[in-house]
């Protein structure tokens, strides 16, 4: 077989160590995918996670700073120095922490290091939402009707720009997102109020006072593409995801695809997509985030990170996408084009929280008794075990449980039955707030939007 010829920009990016600058069940999914790309990995930990089970079988595992994350997790310094000192060539963020930290991607790679991710430009363009979505007009996807520019100080113009657009307008923070820094308008009496007070809080959670206007959407779904690019002007689409199902901007369930969007409909999204990612010179991983209303599509942010639900993508298209993503970051070209991708049957994700499954607040503790579903089509990514002790101090998300199945309701069924099949005892969890979920008739026929479980847990708790 003739050798692939080597790309100038690969030269440099090889890596034999990777350094996971995560915990939990990211940590042992991204092990496991250095694993079979036959890379050795090693891991940070704070002082709560020590004695995680999952450090035993890293190569190295460094405790580099106290429970408080922001004194570890969050330890820029202290992860550089960890990554001397275990030989790393990279560093692998996961999701949340510092994976979308232009100035941490930048210290990285300064350090002689490779980060797995796309570079400090590109996180930064899409951390400033602003710069985001003129980016994304440039490119051809279809945004939330509104200027791609910052607002200007006087009211007279901000009230022009309001009556341009239409109430209900949403004020947004060019340095939010995630749903920080945000505020609903109805009405032009209260325009001017709440945009004072959005850009108080701007300036003290981003420390910029910069807003933006949107049409505010009333009943959207939330709809996200996932892409995957290399360095060398590839770039590919791997179908899409309904994430409607969150509570305060928590998602609880994820679904690939998301139900009931034609394939003509989504495919000239996924295209502009692609084509976006190459203009701005994109790599590895990334997903765009869009309002999904009356049969349109709105790009709101783009996620520069591995995310939470990537599973469910994994298994509708039958591709890794982690391994995939470290590929990307070592500056080999993708190995497929967009007619090799096929995305077959329905996937569901239930997010797994250690917390009480009416109050919501989180549960610490000792799992006593542990007992996971298995079978064909079903797919648990944990770090937790019988014994093993959940802290108080990071999120609650102890396991993902994620099913595969022919047909949506095939995968409904599959999904209620592993909900069934999951005994954890010692600690509350959102077991079965989840069962109790996938008996829905209304989310049973995807006739759900982003307010759906919100909704769904007020009448629940009026009729208890
Ligand atoms: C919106 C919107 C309606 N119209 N933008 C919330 C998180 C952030 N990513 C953007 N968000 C929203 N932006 C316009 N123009 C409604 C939301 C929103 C939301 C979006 C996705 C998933 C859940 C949500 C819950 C409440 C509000």
Known sequence: MPETPEHPAAAGRRFETVLIANRGEIAVRIERACRDLGLTAVAICSEADKEAPYGK?????????????????????????????????????????????????DAVEKAG????????????????????????MAAGVPCVPGPDTALPDDPASIERVALEIGYPVIIKASGGGGGRGMRVVPEAGQLQEAIALTREEARKAFGSPSLYME??????????IQVLCDDHGNAV?????????????????EEAPAPGIAPDIIQPVGMACVEACRQIGYRGVGTFEFLYENGAFYFIEMNTRLQVEHPVTEMTSGLDIVQAQIKAAQGHALDLAQ????????????????????????????????ALPQGPGIRVDTHIRAGYKVSPYYDSLIAKLIVHAPTRAKAMARMCEAL????????????????????????????TDIHYLEQWLKLRRTAA
């Open 113 to 136: 290091l490779v980060f797995i991710g796309p570079t400090a430009s590109s996180i930064a363009t899409m951390g400033d939402k602003i710069a985001a979505k003129r980016a994304m």
């Open 420 to 447: 069934a099949g999951t005994e954890i005892e010692g600690i509350a969890t959102n077991i079965p707030f989840l069962r109790a979920l996938f008996e829905d008739h209304a989310f049973a026929r995807g006739e």
């Open 57 to 105: 079988t890293m190569a190295s595992f460094l405790c580099v700073g106290p429970s408080n994350a922001a004194k570890s997790y969050l330890n820029q310094d202290a992860i550089l120095l960890a990554a001397r000192l275990t030989g790393a060539g990279a560093v692998h963020p996961g999701y949340g922490f510092l994976s979308e930290n232009a100035a941490f991607a």
């Open 237 to 253: 689409w791997l179908g899409h995801r309904d994430c409607s199902m969150q509570r305060r901007h928590q998602k609880v369930v």
């Open 215 to 224: 049409k505010f959407l009333e009943h959207p779904r939330h709809i996200e």
């Open 339 to 370: 007619g090799d991708v096929a995305c077959e049957g329905h996937s569901f994700e239930c997010r797994i929280n250690a917390e009480d499954p009416d109050t919501f607040l989180p549960s610490a503790g000792v799992i006593t008794h542990l």
